[in-house]
C-alpha cells in the first residue's frame, strides 16, 4: 500500500493518475495547504522540502518526495509507463523533465502572478504567458502524428496532462495547438486518469482557490 500525501493541484494529480493508471492501492492523505499544521515532524521526514505530492511505501519502507522523482519510482515499481530499452526510456525521461523544469514553473508562475499576487504586474504576466505559450508550440510539435506525448502513454503524460488541462486558468489559449487539444481529448477519455483526478477532488472554487494562493505566497 502507498500513502500519498496530496492536494488537488496538478503536481498531486500527477501522482494519484500514475496510481490509477498503475492500478496500484494506495491511501490518500489530502493535505490542507492552507495553513501550515501539516508541515509536522512526520510529513517532514517523508517530504524534507515540506511541499506536496510526497509517498511512502508501506510495503518496502521507502519514501519518496518530487513528483518526478515519485513518477519514475512509482514506473519502475510496476515496469509500466516506461520503456525497458534506453533509448526510448530516455526519451520519456526528457519529457517527463521537460514538465518539471519547464511548463510547470512557468505555468505556475503565471497562475501566480494572474491571481494570486497583491499587486497586477501586467509585463511579469505577460512575461510567464508568452513562455508557457513558446513551451507549448514545442509540445504540440512533439505530439505531430502521435496519440502520447512519446507515442504510448507514459509517465510523461501523468505529469504534463494535469497542468495543461488548467491552461485556461493560467490564462492562456489554446486555440493554434491541435495537436494539444487532440491528446488532451484522448486523455480526458481515460477512465483511471479521471479517476486520479477525483483524489484528491478539486472543487473548481475559484475564489476559494485564489484565497488558498495568496495565503500560500504570503499575500493574504
Not at 515499481?77 to 523544469?101: A, E, H
Not at 501586467?122 to 512533439?142: A, F, T
Not at 501523468?158 to 488541462?165: E, G, I, K, M, Y
Request: net charge neutral; proline share 5%.
Amino acid at each position: 500500500m502507498i500513502d500519498l500525501y496530496s492536494s488537488p493541484t496538478p503536481n498531486g494529480h500527477k501522482i494519484s493518475i500514475a496510481l490509477e493508471e498503475m492500478n496500484l492501492p494506495y491511501n490518500l492523505i489530502n493535505i490542507d495547504l492552507s495553513h501550515d499544521k501539516y508541515k509536522d515532524s512526520n510529513f517532514l521526514s517523508i517530504s524534507p522540502n515540506g511541499k506536496i505530492p510526497a509517498i511512502f511505501d508501506n510495503e518496502n519502507g521507502i519514501s519518496v518526495f518530487e513528483s518526478g522523482a515519485i513518477l519514475i519510482y512509482l514506473a519502475e515499481k510496476t515496469n509500466t509507463f516506461i520503456p525497458s530499452d534506453k533509448l526510448n526510456r530516455f526519451m520519456v525521461l526528457q519529457w517527463l523533465f521537460f514538465q518539471t523544469s519547464g511548463i510547470g514553473p512557468m505555468q505556475g508562475q503565471s497562475n501566480v502572478f494572474l491571481e494570486y499576487f497583491p499587486e497586477k504586474l501586467p509585463s511579469v504576466i505577460k512575461r510567464y504567458q508568452n513562455e508557457c505559450i513558446r513551451l507549448y508550440g514545442v509540445l504540440n510539435k512533439q505530439l505531430e502524428d502521435k496519440e502520447y506525448i512519446c507515442g504510448d502513454i507514459s509517465i510523461a503524460d501523468f505529469a504534463t496532462f494535469p497542468w495543461v488541462n488548467l491552461y485556461k486558468w493560467a490564462g492562456l489559449e489554446i486555440t493554434d495547438f491541435s495537436n494539444i487539444k487532440n491528446w488532451l481529448q484522448r486523455c480526458n477519455e481515460r477512465p483511471a486518469l479521471i479517476k486520479g483526478l477525483e483524489n484528491p477532488i478539486w472543487k473548481n472554487n475559484k475564489q476559494e482557490d485564489i484565497r488558498i494562493g495568496k495565503k500560500m505566497i504570503g499575500g493574504g
